[in-house]
T-cell receptor, first 113, second 114 residues
Framework: ELKVEQNPLFLSMQEGKNYTIYCNYS?????LYWYRQDPGKSLESLFV?????AVKQEGRLMASLDTKARLSTLHITAAVHDLSATYFC?????????????FGKGTHLIIQP | NAGVTQTPKFQVLKTGQSMTLQCAQD?????MSWYRQDPGMGLRLIHY???????DQGEVPNGYNVSRSTTEDFPLRLLSAAPSQTSVYFC?????????????FGPGTRLTVT
């Protein structure tokens, strides 16, 4: 059974600081996704990581994937209030999307001025 | 493109009632799925489909039925609603025959069972 663990589950940080969210998973997979969810809203796709060593950046967010360590990270640089949200990682066990995604429990991020 | 649409947005049911949550996509995606989201639990897969006429169970299928008669539509039926089915339901779709297999989510249906 695939397990996806995120940590921390809750993070309060100040604007301007850097921090990293970690996503560990229990079974080999080459495909990992990061999503953002605002309160009461749907999930917004942030990154799709498709191979070992993949790194993607968008604005103040950067995601990476180490398939050998079964670890993905989401790094936040110089955080701003607008990044406050819940962030989910999800793993595609089948490699082709056919078996759905297994999600972590999410990291609730609050960025304070 | 409208993307993935879901109706209704909100629904209140009494225990034992049945209903159908609607999901449609206009991106010609082969793959469609239903997830439920409960506080502190992330999203959990209920049922999925890799094409018209093909469905399969996910992690938490009990109490739900699905069918896929067309590529565009993937309704989720609650047979006899229970309070444990109070949740937010998301439909998602993606391509299967070519990457990156990113799943696109609908706006969600917030269901309360009393």
């Amino acid at each position: 059974e695939l397990k996806v663990e995120q940590n921390p589950l809750f993070l309060s940080m100040q604007e301007g600081k850097n921090y990293t969210i970690y996503c560990n998973y229990s079974t080999t997979s080459d495909r990992l996704y990061w999503y953002r969810q605002d309160p009461g809203k749907s999930l917004e796709s942030l990154f799709v990581l498709l191979s070992n060593g993949a790194v993607k950046q968008e604005g103040r967010l950067m995601a990476s994937l180490d398939t050998k360590a079964r670890l993905s990270t989401l790094h936040i640089t110089a955080a701003v209030h607008d990044l406050s949200a819940t962030y989910f990682c999800a793993v595609d066990l089948s490699g082709g999307g056919a078996d759905g995604l297994t999600f972590g429990k999410g990291t609730h991020l609050i960025i304070q001025p | 493109n409208a993307g993935v649409t879901q109706t209704p947005k909100f629904q209140v049911l009494k225990t034992g009632q049945s209903m159908t949550l609607q999901c449609a996509q206009d991106m010609n995606h082969e793959y469609m799925s239903w997830y439920r989201q409960d506080p502190g639990m992330g999203l959990r897969l209920i049922h999925y489909s890799v094409g018209a006429g093909i469905t399969d169970q996910g992690e938490v299928p009990n109490g739900y039925n699905v069918s896929r008669s067309t590529t565009e539509d993937f309704p989720l039926r609650l047979l006899s609603a229970a309070p444990s089915q109070t949740s937010v339901y998301f439909c998602a779709s993606s391509r299967l025959t070519s990457g990156p297999y990113e799943q696109y989510f609908g706006p969600g249906t917030r269901l309360t069972v009393t």
